[in-house]
C-alpha cells in the first residue's frame, strides 16, 4: 500500500496569507503614519505614506488636551480587572458544567447561553438604575462589576474543559485522595493554560475597546477610559485627525503588549480550540 505525499504549503497560500497580513497592519501603520504627521498633510491630494517628524509633538497635545494619563490608567484597571475575573470564574464555571455532576447542570448550562441571545441594549436602563441606587455613577466600579463574568466566557471555558481535561483524570485524582479545588487546581489548570489565554486575549481587548457603558455611566472629565478621552479629542467643530490618531496609536499599545507577552499561549490555545480540534477529527475519519 503506497503511503500517501503529504504537499506543503503552495506559492498561493503564502500569497493569500501576505496579502492578509499586510491588510490588517495597514491600519496600525496608516495611524501611525497620521499621527506623526501634522494635520495639514492629511488634507494634501496625495495622503502621505511615510511617517513625519511630529508624533512628539502630537503626543504632547494629547496630553494637554485630555487627561490621557488618567485615561490609561483607568482602562489599565478596568480591563484587567474583566479579564483576571472573567478567566477565574469562567474556568471554574467551566470545570463545574464539563466535569461535575450535580442536579439540573444541563438546564443551569443552557439557561447560562440563553443569555447571550438577550441584546445588551435592554438591559442598559435597569442596570444604568441599579448602578445610580448603589452611587457608583462616576465610579469604575459600574463598568467592572457588570463585566465581571461572561455567558461566552463560560462556554468557552467548558467547551475547553471537555476537550482538554478527561474525566477519567478527575476520577483518578479523587480516588488518590485530591479534594475537588486540588484536582480542578493540578490536573484542570495545567490543561486550560492555552484556552485561558486566549480568553484573557479576548475578554482584555473587549473590555479596552467597550465605549458605550464607559460613556453612559463615567464622568468624562474626572474618570474616564482610553475610548471616552478619545471620543473627546474627536468632538468639536473640528476634527483634528492626526490628534485623534495619535490618542487611538497610544491607546492600543497596552493591547499589543499583553498579545505579545501571550503569543505563544495564544497560539497553542486557538490550535488547541475544540471547534478546531473537532474538524481535524472529522476530517481524519474521512
Avoid at 444604568?128 to 457608583?136: A, D, R, S
Avoid at 462589576?145 to 466566557?153: D, E, K, M, R
Avoid at 497560539?267 to 475544540?274: E, L
Wanted: hydrophobic letters at 50%; aromatic letters at 10%; one cysteine or more.
Amino acid at each position: 500500500m503506497r503511503a500517501k505525499t503529504v504537499r506543503g504549503p503552495g506559492p498561493l497560500v503564502y500569497g493569500l496569507l501576505i496579502a492578509v497580513v499586510v491588510a490588517s497592519a495597514f491600519p496600525l501603520y496608516w495611524s501611525y503614519v497620521v499621527s506623526s504627521s501634522d494635520s495639514s498633510a492629511i488634507g494634501d491630494a496625495t495622503p502621505p505614506l511615510v511617517p513625519g517628524g511630529h508624533l512628539l509633538d502630537n503626543i504632547r497635545n494629547v496630553f494637554a488636551k485630555s487627561d490621557f494619563w488618567l485615561a490609561l490608567g483607568n482602562s489599565l484597571i478596568v480591563s484587567t480587572t474583566v479579564m483576571v475575573s472573567n478567566v477565574v470564574l469562567s474556568c471554574l464555571a467551566g470545570f463545574a458544567f464539563a466535569r461535575l455532576r450535580f442536579p439540573g447542570r444541563d438546564t443551569l448550562f443552557l439557561l447560562v447561553i440563553g443569555t447571550v441571545m438577550v441584546p445588551s441594549q435592554l438591559g442598559v436602563i435597569p442596570l444604568y438604575m441599579v448602578v445610580g441606587h448603589l452611587g457608583w455613577y462616576g465610579r469604575l466600579e459600574a463598568v467592572i462589576v457588570p463585566g465581571l463574568v461572561s455567558a461566552f466566557s463560560v462556554f468557552w471555558m467548558r467547551q475547553a474543559c471537555e476537550a482538554a481535561v478527561p474525566q477519567e483524570l478527575i476520577d483518578a485524582s479523587t480516588m488518590d485522595g485530591c479534594s475537588l479545588l486540588r484536582s480542578f487546581w493540578h490536573v484542570a489548570v495545567p490543561a486550560l493554560r492555552p484556552q485561558a489565554a486566549v480568553l484573557a486575549m479576548l475578554t482584555f481587548l473587549a473590555a479596552w475597546n467597550d465605549f458605550f457603558w464607559p460613556l453612559v455611566v463615567l464622568d468624562p472629565s474626572t474618570s474616564p477610559t482610553v475610548q471616552v478621552a478619545l471620543s473627546t479629542l474627536a468632538s468639536g467643530y473640528y476634527t483634528d485627525y492626526s490628534l485623534m490618531l495619535t490618542g487611538a496609536t497610544l491607546g492600543v499599545l497596552p493591547v499589543l503588549v499583553l498579545f505579545v507577552l501571550l503569543a505563544r499561549q495564544i497560539v497553542t490555545g486557538t490550535m488547541r480550540s475544540p471547534f478546531i480540534q473537532r474538524e481535524r477529527s472529522g476530517r481524519g475519519s474521512r
